[in-house]
Structure formats: structure tokens, C-alpha cells
């Protein structure tokens, strides 16, 4: 009776449930994905051309000058230069230097020689250079040189217009004697004096002083000595000259045509031409992008009369430069794309203004500076696409944003097919109008939220995404947005899927499994439990016997088949790889005729021993996976390297196939050969810095922490998976797991270059 009473109420039980889940099948119908728009953004670079004029004044003394430029990056696009006060600079004139004929002697009985200047045009005199030397006694602070009127007969007995020590020393050779200040010196005949009769001579003292009285450049000039007679006498001046120099200017302005006056710029010649009054002169001349490589430009200036000019200069000089410039792309189904740029716009000087030439395909919507509106003070050419911003528009340490929307451009969506189940693939194939950009696939399930998101490189006109859903996906209708752009152009394509899901075998199995619960309950709970901890025995196992192999793992070499060309090979640990090692192998395939045969769909491996090592080699379509290790793998391995051959051939089997020598393309499969032999457990590893360790569970902030200790006591940053293990337990199987874990979720990443 009490058996019948519990069947009785059990079957009340299961029939309240079939009838309930029936009515919430049939309150479910369908459910549509709730986001009827979503956009995607990307970082994109733009040129921006920026423009300056530069002024300034300058007083030269010199053949050359430099302007300024704010930085070596700027570019000379013109200058323009006024001249003024051209005239010459001081310079050394030689009047005697011929060496080779004789010298006078000045001595206690002939204490004072003389030569004449002639003086043709005004001058201003600062200093005089004679060629002579000493002998005996150099203390002479009492001898002078002179520059003295001449008195009758040409006698250099007049007024002394300036004086200053003698200076010599015992070798011969030009002395410069220079005046505390200048004289000016008008057109006529003066004299240059040594003048020692203020001296007490002895003996050895003798000043010599060189002399061309055969053959002087200027047969003009004349000499004169002081003679202790009758107290002191300056004898008749004769014919010859005393080598000396003058350092002279002469009062002289020019025009810069009459003394072909030119700056020289680039490897160009540009002639400065005459304006205005004499002395004055002008160029403005424009330069195609002169790169100065330098924060200054250096101009040189050169004329015919071989002298130095002095002159004052007025400038202005037009730069131009680049800059680059972030910007934000925002796509949305039927909507135009909004570009958004944000250019650091700095002023340089006080005439600075900034262009940007914009794709054809946009259109201007407003400028802001610092969040207002000054569109209407730029320039926006839309026949010629360009937008001009102008100087008095900048303002310094603004910031500036530039809006502008473009039409979507069109490109063609294939979708084989629109209806799915659970663990069903979406595949849809894009063919774009460019071979540029990116392409994004955003899946939104039936409730409105994300699922799915990925975004690839364009590398072909033609470009496939794929998603496998879940085995428990929500019933309804799926909506998939599918974004191409490029710096200049961008498109979206909106396609619904529909999920469905069959309720029948769930009520059949969930009335089957109420009807057998309560007589198998405990048997299965018991063999629940049972499988349970065979498969955590299991996979404990398997990490074990990865991190134990990938310790032994020395070398992978992937070679394609059709060429026999290495696409891509790998070292670990560090680990020295003789080459030699590799070559043997392979001449020892080739000598023992050891040829895989691959068949359609399967992989073939193969083990041998070579030297010490242990060699593994699976074939498949396009390549061979070769592994060489130090000790046998485990089983776990094996199966590991042939899940790792399917997965290159399904995600690179197009480019094997038609390989062009080009090996960067499959860079990739570095993540491949990660993701299944678990090779991030050998790796370097550091924390990542943005992760939020708060919301993770208290063993695994242990181990962070114990991470974080290790990498301080060894002063680096990074660490070792080993150095987190007990040196007394060893390896840890929990501790490799929860690592592992941590890897999954980036809170560990691998540092390859430590």
C-alpha cells in the first residue's frame, strides 16, 4: 500500500513537470537579438601639414650665417632677405714680405727705423705686423712702434698718433703690434716706427728688422734711420721698404651686383640683387623642400674682391613640416561612417598655420577646438579636399578635434547558410572592394549580448570568418555584423541567423531520467563520482606528462613539402642545436629510402633514434613536423603533436599549398604549437599589471604573490614555472594547473625576449 502511494505521488510529480516544461517551450517561440545597431572603432594615422614663417634681424661680420628652425624635421620652402650697410670688413694688407735681401740693425748707435705708409683712400688702422727678431738682452719694455706724421722731407719726425710696446722674441718672424685703439687715417704718406732711443743698450742687444731695399712691391715708399749724432738726427729718406702688414678697414659700401655678391645654399649659387641706395641689397628666392638635417640652416656668402664683408641682415624664411595625427573610426549599420580626428596642433612661431588634404570620399562636419566650434573661421575646400587651418585661428596648447562622416562603400556578403543548431559552424565569405584594412565579425546572440568578435588583416580580395556554437546556444534569431575599413574607407553588413533548438529529446530524456532516479540514484551518483576522479587522475596526468616532455623537447622544424624549404623552426630551453644534427637526419631518411606516405585526411608519425637523440616526424598534406627531444615522449604527446599537424594544415593548408618562399606568413604557428603542447609552461612569465587580482580566488592571489617574491628575490622581471614549485615536493600537479588557469585568463602572459 505504501509502495502504490509513493508510485502514485511520484506520477502526479512527473506529470506537474512534463506539463510545465511544455507550456515554458511554448511560451519561448522565438527571441531576437535586442541590438539593431553596433559600431566598431579603430586607430588609424593621417598627415597633417604644418607651415611657418620665421622673421628676425642680424648683424654680420662674416662670410656665413645660420637661422634658427624650431627642430631638424622642418623643410626651407622659401626665404627672402634685405641687406644693408654692405661694406668691408677689417682686413690684413701685406706691403713688404720678401725676406731674402737684408736687414737694418738697430743698435745703441742707430736706435730708431722707419718705413712709410702710403695711404691712398680713408682707412681705420688697428694694428701693424713687422717681421724682425732680437738678440741678447729681451728686456725691452722702454722700445715702442709708432705710427707718426712725417715732418719735412719726408722725415718721420711728426706727431705720434698712436704707440704701443714692441713686441718680439728671438726668432724671426711676424709680430703683430697692436694699438689700444684704432686711428683713422686720411689720404697721404705717415710713417711705422720702431722707436728705441728710450733704451739702454749693451753690447749684445741688436734688433733686426728685414729690409727689400732692391726690389719693393711699392718702388714708391721710403726708409729713414735715427742716428745718435749731433743729438739725434733722422737721416734723408731713401728709396726700399721694411717688411710690415697693416690690419685696416677701409670706409667702403657696395652694391652686391657690382661685387657679385651671391648665396650659396643647397650646392646652389643665388645672386643678391641691388636696392635702393648704395650698400643695400635684397633676394627672395623659393626652395623646393630643402632638408637641413639640422635645427639651424647655414647660409654662406661670397663676392669678387675676395674680402670680408660686414653687413646687417633682415630675414624671412617659410618651413614647412609633418606631423602625424590619431583618429577614431566609428561604423554603424545603416548609418554613415563617423571619423573623428584628434591632431596635436603646436604653434611655433608667431605666422604658423596647419593644412590636412582629407580622403575624397569625406565630408568636413565641424572643427573644435577645445570642445567649441570654429569651423567657420578655417578653410575647407571640398572641390580640392583640404581643410586649411589658420594663424589666427591657433592657439597654443589647444586641443583640436576634426569631425567628418563618408558614405559606406559597398562590398559583397556570402552566407551559405542562415539556419543553425547547437555546434553548428557560421561560415560567410567577404568580397571586398580593396585589399587593405581589417575586416571585424561581431556576432550578437538572441538576448542582445555579444558572443563573438574577431578582427583579421585583409590580405586578399576574399576574406572568411567562422564561428562554432556552443552545444547549449540561446534559441532565436542571431544577429551577425561584418565591418571592412581602411584609412580611408569603411563598410558594415548586417545578416540574421536563427538558432533552433529540439525540445522532444530533452523531455524524453528528462522524463526518462525521473523514472530511473529513483532506482539508480545511488549506482550512479557511485559511478559519477567514480568517473570523476578517473578524469582528474587523467588530466593530472596529461599536465604532468606535458611539462616533462616539453622539459626534453629541444627543437621543432616544420618543412614544406612541395619545396623542402624550412617555413618555421623553434629552440627551446636555450638549448645549442647542432645543424649538423638536423642534416644527418634527413640524409638518413633519404639513404635508408624512409619515405611517409600521407593519406587524405590522416597524419603518419614516425620515432627514431639518431646520435642521442630522439626524433619525431609526423607528415601531413603540405608539411613535415619534425621533434627532436632527449628521451621518448609520452602517449599524451603523440596525440598532442597530431592534434598540432591538423591544426597548421586547417589554418594554413591555403598557404602551403601555395607557398612563395615567403616564411613570415606563418609566424602564427608559434600560438598553435603554445595552445597544444603547452609550451608557456617553460616560458619566461610576467604578471600582467592590469588585471584586477581582486576578483580572483585566494589560491590564486597566493600564487601571484609567491610569482611577485620570486621575481624580487632574483631581481628580475620575470619568472619560471619550476621556480614556483617546493624543491621537497617537486613538481606540483595543483600548483601547474591553477598556473595554467592563470595563463588562460592573461594574468600570466610569456616574456620571450627575458
Known amino acids: 500500500m505504501k509502495t502504490l502511494k509513493k508510485l502514485t505521488i511520484t506520477g502526479i510529480i512527473l506529470l506537474a513537470f512534463i506539463f510545465n516544461i511544455c507550456v515554458m517551450i ?71 714680405d720678401n725676406r731674402t735681401v737684408g736687414f737694418s740693425i738697430i743698435s745703441s748707435s742707430q736706435p730708431a727705423l722707419g718705413v712709410h705708409i702710403n695711404v691712398t683712400e680713408s682707412i681705420e688702422l688697428f694694428s701693424v705686423y713687422l717681421y724682425c727678431f732680437i738678440s741678447g738682452s729681451t728686456k725691452i719694455s722702454d722700445a715702442k712702434v709708432q705710427i707718426k706724421e712725417n715732418g719735412v722731407g719726408g722725415r718721420p719726425n711728426g706727431p705720434i698718433l698712436r704707440s704701443t710696446a714692441l713686441n718680439i722674441s728671438t726668432t724671426p718672424n711676424w709680430y703683430k703690434q697692436e694699438f689700444s685703439e684704432s686711428v683713422k687715417l686720411e689720404e697721404g704718406v705717415y710713417s711705422v716706427v720702431i722707436n728705441c732711443t728710450g733704451l739702454s743698450f749693451n753690447e749684445d742687444l741688436n734688433i733686426y728688422w728685414f729690409l727689400n731695399d732692391k726690389t719693393p712691391d711699392d718702388p714708391t715708399l721710403q726708409i729713414s734711420q735715427y742716428k745718435n749724432l749731433l743729438g739725434g738726427i733722422w737721416t734723408t729718406p731713401s728709396p726700399g721698404a721694411y717688411l710690415y702688414k697693416i690690419a685696416q678697414k677701409r670706409n667702403q659700401t657696395y652694391f652686391p ?37 639640422r635645427p639651424f640652416i647655414h647660409f654662406t656668402i661670397s663676392n669678387n674682391i675676395s674680402v670680408t664683408l660686414a653687413y646687417n641682415l633682415t630675414y624671412s624664411i617659410e618651413l614647412t613640416s609633418l606631423f602625424l595625427s590619431s583618429a577614431e573610426l566609428t561604423i554603424e549599420a545603416f548609418s554613415d561612417n563617423i571619423w573623428s580626428l584628434s591632431p596635436q596642433i603646436s604653434r611655433i612661431s608667431d605666422n604658423y598655420s596647419v593644412k590636412f588634404i582629407y580622403p575624397t570620399n569625406w565630408q568636413i562636419n565641424s572643427i573644435l577646438r577645445d570642445g567649441f566650434d570654429v569651423t567657420s573661421n578655417v578653410t575647407i575646400n571640398s572641390t580640392l579636399s583640404y581643410v586649411i587651418i589658420p594663424n589666427k585661428t591657433i592657439i597654443k596648447d589647444s586641443d583640436w578635434q576634426i569631425m567628418a562622416h563618408s558614405p559606406q562603400m559597398s562590398f559583397t556578403l556570402n552566407v551559405p547558410k542562415t539556419s543553425f543548431e547547437p555546434n553548428q559552424e557560421i561560415k560567410a565569405s567577404l568580397t571586398l572592394p580593396s585589399i587593405s584594412g581589417n575586416a571585424t565579425f561581431v556576432l550578437i546572440d538572441a538576448l542582445g549580448f555579444e558572443e563573438y568578435r574577431e578582427t583579421q588583416e585583409i590580405i586578399s580580395s576574399e576574406h572568411i570568418f567562422s564561428y562554432v556554437l556552443s552545444a547549449n546556444p540561446n534559441e532565436g534569431i542571431y544577429q551577425g555584423y561584418f565591418y571592412w575599413y581602411n584609412q580611408t574607407h569603411a563598410a558594415v553588413k548586417l545578416q540574421e541567423f536563427a538558432v533552433n533548438i529540439d525540445y522532444l529529446p530533452l523531455i524524453v530524456t528528462i522524463v526518462s531520467i525521473l523514472l530511473l532516479m529513483g532506482s539508480i540514484s545511488a549506482f550512479g551518483t557511485y559511478k559519477l563520482v567514480k568517473r570523476q576522479k578517473r578524469l582528474k587522475k587523467e588530466r593530472r596526468e596529461k599536465i604532468y606528462n606535458k611539462y616533462m616532455d616539453i622539459l626534453n623537447l629541444q627543437y621543432i622544424l616544420i618543412i614544406n613539402k612541395e619545396s623542402g624549404l624550412n617555413i618555421y623552426d623553434q629552440i627551446f630551453l636555450g638549448k645549442d642545436i647542432d645543424p649538423t644534427l638536423i642534416s644527418g637526419f634527413l640524409e638518413a631518411l633519404r639513404s635508408f629510402g624512409l619515405e611517409l606516405t600521407s593519406y587524405e585526411g590522416n597524419s603518419q608519425t614516425v620515432k627514431l633514434e639518431y646520435q642521442d637523440s630522439k626524433i619525431l616526424m609526423a607528415e601531413f598534406r603540405s608539411f613535415r613536423l619534425i621533434l627532436i627531444m632527449s628521451e621518448n615522449p609520452s602517449q599524451d604527446f603523440l596525440d598532442s603533436i597530431r592534434e598540432l599537424s591538423y591544426d597548421i594544415e586547417t589554418t594554413y ?36 599589471k592590469n588585471i584586477n587580482i581582486e576578483k580572483l580566488n585566494s589560491k590564486e592571489q597566493r600564487i601571484i604573490e609567491k610569482a611577485r617574491n620570486t621575481m624580487k628575490k632574483r631581481f628580475n622581471d620575470y619568472f619560471y614555472v619550476s621556480q614556483l614549485f617546493s624543491h621537497k615536493e617537486g613538481f606540483e600537479i595543483d600548483l601547474a594547473e591553477m598556473i595554467l588557469d592563470l595563463i588562460e585568463k592573461k594574468v600570466f602572459h610569456p616574456k620571450t625576449n627575458a
Open 26 to 96: 511554448d511560451q519561448v517561440g522565438w527571441v531576437r537579438a535586442q541590438s539593431s545597431n553596433f559600431s566598431v572603432q579603430t586607430d588609424a594615422i593621417y598627415t597633417f601639414q604644418e607651415y611657418s614663417q620665421n622673421n628676425g634681424n642680424l648683424s654680420l661680420l662674416n662670410n656665413s650665417f645660420q637661422v634658427p628652425i624650431p627642430t631638424p624635421r622642418w623643410n626651407l620652402t622659401s626665404f627672402e632677405f634685405n641687406f644693408s650697410d654692405i661694406n668691408l670688413e677689417r682686413e690684413i694688407v701685406i706691403i713688404e
Open 257 to 293: 651686383e657690382d661685387i657679385d655678391m651671391k648665396i650659396h645654399l643647397g650646392g646652389i649659387n643665388y645672386s643678391i640683387y641691388n636696392r635702393g641706395q648704395k650698400g643695400n641689397g635684397y633676394i627672395n628666392q623659393t626652395y623646393q623642400l630643402y632638408d637641413p638635417e
Open 653 to 688: 593548408g591555403p598557404l602551403l599549398k601555395n607557398f612563395n618562399g615567403d616564411i613570415s606568413q606563418f609566424k602564427g604557428i608559434r600560438d598553435l604549437i603554445d595552445k597544444h603542447l603547452q609550451t608557456k609552461l617553460i616560458y619566461p612569465l610576467t604578471i600582467n
